[in-house]
């Protein structure tokens, strides 16, 4: 088992095949098809479960993969570090639709200008999803909302959210859960911090919400409000991205409830030269932070 052989499983898995992979590593189909039979016989199990010419992971590969990404990985921060060379590969990060639209493109834009040897890869998702794919190692690292619990993972604050309640503007003043109460609520899928905070506010009130409808854009979310479908919590900061239109009224929730923090997290003592750069944008886009 050598990295060459590792770089062909990982291909193999993230093209979905061997004809593409053979393709993408300019090798022959024959070549690929043979390391991955060798480094199968290696380990004495199989990876792939083959179905009419076509490859899924076996249980054994999952497992594989997962060990088979951080040794990649590792191998390519060793490199660097010997080198002592600019930050430079793909940086998969996982964020939230909030973030972004609202709090990346200047931060990413930065970044790309200081270090245009990294790809940003962005995967966007809930937060309970995106902890998952740190820790699974589906991504490098996250920006999610609230303290994260997971063992093994690092954070950094990055940025702080104001919370706010958006409705109809026919809708009658909102002062308190009790106003919201036979409304719909519009919001993230289950997984979602913000949701999970809405629904704190309305168990104050000793509401319990028995219309939710469930999207996954804050452009759709907005748009039904406005059509008087509902209310929503949002960040402040996603309605100077959208389109907000005279049918919307926004009103501030109570202190409790009405900021959170946005963090940067990853993996304890995995961190490539390209996420240690990231780092340090954050930091010095808010010197507070650092």
């Not at 792939?48 to 497992?63: D, M, V």
């Not at 003043?173 to 993230?188: K, L, Q």
């Not at 907000?244 to 923090?261: F, Q």
């Amino acid at each position: 088992m050598d990295f060459d052989s590792l770089t062909i499983f990982k291909t193999v898995v993230d093209e979905g095949g061997i004809i593409a992979a053979a393709r993408k590593l300019h090798r022959v189909q024959s070549g690929v098809t043979t390391r991955i039979k060798q480094l199968e016989a290696s380990l004495g199990v199989e990876l792939f479960l083959r179905n009419k010419r076509r490859l899924t992971l076996s249980p054994a590969g999952e497992i594989f993969l997962g060990y088979v990404e951080q040794l990649l990985r590792l191998a390519e921060q060793a490199r660097h570090a010997v080198l002592g060379d600019a930050p430079r590969g793909v940086l998969r990060l996982g964020t939230l639709e909030s973030t972004a639209a609202s709090r990346l493109p200047p931060l990413l834009a930065h970044y790309h200008q200081q270090y245009p040897a990294v790809r940003v890869e962005l995967v966007t998702d809930t937060t309970d999803a995106l902890v998952e794919g740190v820790v699974c190692r589906k991504v490098d690292a996250a920006f999610v909302i609230g303290r994260v619990e997971a063992r093994g993972l690092e954070v950094l604050e990055a940025f702080d959210e104001e919370l706010v309640i958006v409705a109809p503007r026919s809708h009658p003043a909102i002062r308190c859960a009790h106003d919201v109460r036979t409304d719909t609520i519009i919001c993230f899928p289950i997984g979602c911090a913000y949701r999970r905070l809405l629904h704190a506010w309305l168990a104050a009130g000793t509401v319990v919400p028995d219309k939710v409808l469930e999207l996954s854009s804050y452009h759709a979310i907005v748009a039904c409000v406005a059509s008087g479908t509902g209310i929503a919590l949002v960040p402040r900061s996603v309605l100077e991205t959208v389109r907000v239109s005279d049918s919307i009224a926004v009103y501030p929730l109570p202190v409790e409830h009405t900021r959170m923090t946005t963090y940067l997290v990853w993996r304890h003592g995995e961190i490539s030269p390209a996420l240690r750069a990231l780092q340090a944008e954050i930091l010095m886009s808010n010197p507070r932070r650092a």
